[in-house]
C-alpha cells in the first residue's frame, strides 16, 4: 500500500470492487523480518519470516486484526502463498492507492482463527479440499471448523483433538468448484451438538 491508501481502507472507502489481480509488492520494516502468520491477526501462529525489502507476489487480500507499520495502521493483510500465510499490509509497498488483489476466499487457499487469542486456527487447502485445524492452547478444549456447503448443509465439523501444538488434517466431499463457508471455534469434543466459542467471523472459499 501506499501513505494515501491507508485513510481509505480505515474509513471504509476502498471496496472489493478495487481489487482487480494479484500482484507485488515489496516489505518494508525498520530493518528487522516481518512474521509471517498462519491466519490474518497478530495472535496467530508465526509460521515464519521474511526480510525487509523481499518481494512478495500477494494472492489475495482480506481483513484482519489492526496492525500499525511504517506505512500507517491498517485492517488489511495479504495472502503470500509462496510464504504459507499473511503479513501485514502496513509493512508491504504496493504502489497503488487502491486494494490490489481479490478479496480471499477464491479458490486460492484461506485461513482463520478463533477469536481472543487464537486458541484454534483453521487453513482451508483449495487444492484437494483439506481443512488443517490447529489447537495452541492447553485450554482443555477442542480446536475446531464449523462449515457449510452449498444448498445451505452442515453444519460438518473438522476437529482437532490431539492437544496443545497439534494440527489434524481432515478432506471433506466437496466437488472442484463447489464451495464452503466456515468458521474456526473452540468447543468440548461431542459429535453431534457441540457448544461452539470464540468463533471466528467465517470466509467462503472454493476447491479449486
Do not use: H
Not at 512478495?56 to 507499520?69: A, F, L, M, P, R
Not at 499473511?86 to 481479490?102: K, M, N, Q
Request: hydrophobic share 35%.
Amino acid at each position: 500500500m501506499t501513505v494515501s491508501v491507508l485513510a481509505l481502507l480505515v474509513s471504509g472507502v476502498v471496496s472489493a470492487d478495487a481489487a482487480v489481480t494479484a500482484a507485488t509488492g515489496t516489505v518494508k520494516t525498520a530493518g528487522d523480518p516481518l512474521n509471517v502468520r498462519r491466519a490474518p491477526s497478530t495472535n496467530a501462529s508465526a509460521v515464519r519470516t521474511v526480510a525487509n525489502g523481499a518481494t512478495v507476489s500477494i494472492d489475495c487480500q482480506t481483513i484482519g486484526s489492526s496492525v500499525e507499520g511504517p506505512l500507517g495502521k491498517t485492517t488489511l493483510w495479504d495472502y503470500v502463498p509462496a510464504l504459507g500465510g499473511y503479513i501485514s499490509d502496513g509493512y508491504v509497498y504496493t504502489g497503488s492507492d487502491e486494494r490490489i488483489a481479490p478479496d480471499c476466499g477464491v479458490g486460492s487457499g484461506s485461513a482463520e482463527c478463533s477469536s481472543g487469542t487464537c486458541a484454534a486456527e483453521g487453513v482451508f487447502k483449495s487444492a484437494g479440499a483439506k481443512f488443517v485445524v490447529y489447537d495452541n492452547d492447553g485450554d482443555g478444549k477442542s480446536g475446531v471448523v464449523a462449515y457449510w456447503l452449498k444448498g445451505g448443509a452442515g453444519p460438518f465439523y473438522a476437529w482437532n483433538s490431539g492437544g496443545t501444538g497439534t494440527s489434524k488434517e481432515t478432506a471433506i466431499n466437496v466437488p472442484k468448484g463447489g464451495w464452503v463457508y466456515y468458521k474456526v471455534c473452540v468447543a468440548n469434543y461431542s459429535a453431534t451438538n457441540p457448544v461452539l466459542e470464540a468463533c471466528s467471523g467465517g470466509i467462503t472459499d472454493y476447491v479449486a
